[in-house]
């Protein structure tokens, strides 16, 4: 039974998001360590494209907007371990003076598992056939993303911050 002071302490907690550093979370599958869902929308807005024909020249405004809806997830394993990221969605969308179009991105519906190297650097493929051409961009940019340095290489203390390259 629990006492009516500590009520009020795991309620706070609860909807302060308070977490122990070194908790974990089991997931359905006992092997999976970290799973995220993660949603990202960049976007290049009121871009200009100037078109000079024989007799005139057209100017445009273009916005781009592209959305991922990602499933990451990192399974350990005695080889440094492996990423698996399924591209849920991957959308852009082209505005030309108002004028939207919608189309698939590279990696829509996709799914990439990376590797790590004798080095620890990630290293992406496609599970159902080689990467060639703007999927290979694509792939070596989200390498790109996973080897960076998010973290300091030492115990942080709660609310702590700190700098880093992206």
């Given amino acids: ?14 909807f302060l998001g308070s977490v122990h550093a070194e908790e974990s979370v089991m997931l359905a599958n006992p092997d999976e360590k970290l799973a995220l869902k993660i949603e990202a929308t960049t976007g290049t807005k009121g871009g ?5 024909g024989a007799t005139a020249s057209l100017t445009q405004k273009v916005d781009i907007t592209r959305t991922r809806i990602v499933e990451r997830t990192l399974k350990p394993g005695a080889a440094g371990g492996e990423v698996t990221c399924r591209f849920l969605q991957d959308r ?10 919608t189309s ?7 799914v990439a598992t990376a590797l790590r190297d004798s080095d620890g650097r990630w290293t992406f493929t496609l599970g159902d056939k080689p990467a060639t051409g703007n999927v290979a961009q694509q792939l070596e940019e989200l390498a790109g993303f996973e080897n960076r340095k998010w973290l300091p290489g030492r115990k942080v203390a709660a609310g702590e911050t700190w700098n880093f390259t992206p």
């Fill in 1 to 14: 039974m629990m006492s009516r002071n500590a009520f009020p302490l795991l309620f706070a907690g609860l």
């Fill in 92 to 101: 852009i969308v082209t505005a030309v003076d108002g004028k939207s179009e």
């Fill in 104 to 110: 698939a991105g590279p990696l829509d519906r996709k």
């Fill in 48 to 52: 200009t494209v100037t078109r000079s």
